[in-house]
């Protein structure tokens, strides 16, 4: 069995997943996707960064954007710590914050 692709700095798409590489700032005024900054988007998430609070937030906020279920969004690498990877699995939608997405349905997506 392969290793999926490594993904590179920003977003990119393994075997119709995404893969993100985000920093997560707890404890922010409002939960909200950022910008791409260096390869990495900036997310802002309400929440504490105390007892998991932070990353089930961040995990919401993908899973609702991408129109998946909590149980798809994966956080890869990077639990403890601000800068995480992610992975979505099977994305019904792509979000327009997504570098090169504009609001597309994903593949797939008559699930």
């Known amino acids: 069995m392969r290793a999926p692709p490594r993904p590179g700095r920003n977003a990119t798409r393994a075997l119709g997943d995404i893969v993100l590489d985000v920093l997560v700032s707890a404890r922010a005024h409002q939960s909200g996707i ?6 990495t988007l900036r997310i802002r998430i309400a929440a504490p960064a105390i007892d998991g609070k932070a990353n089930a937030a961040l995990i919401a ?51």
């Open 61 to 111: 906020l993908l899973a609702t954007a991408c129109a998946v279920p909590k149980s798809h969004v994966v956080i890869e690498h990077g639990v403890l710590a601000p800068r995480k990877r992610l992975r979505i699995i099977a994305p019904r939608r792509v979000p327009d914050w997504l570098p090169g997405a504009h609001g597309q349905t994903a593949p797939n997506s008559d699930r």
């Open 34 to 39: 950022g910008k791409l900054h260096a390869g």
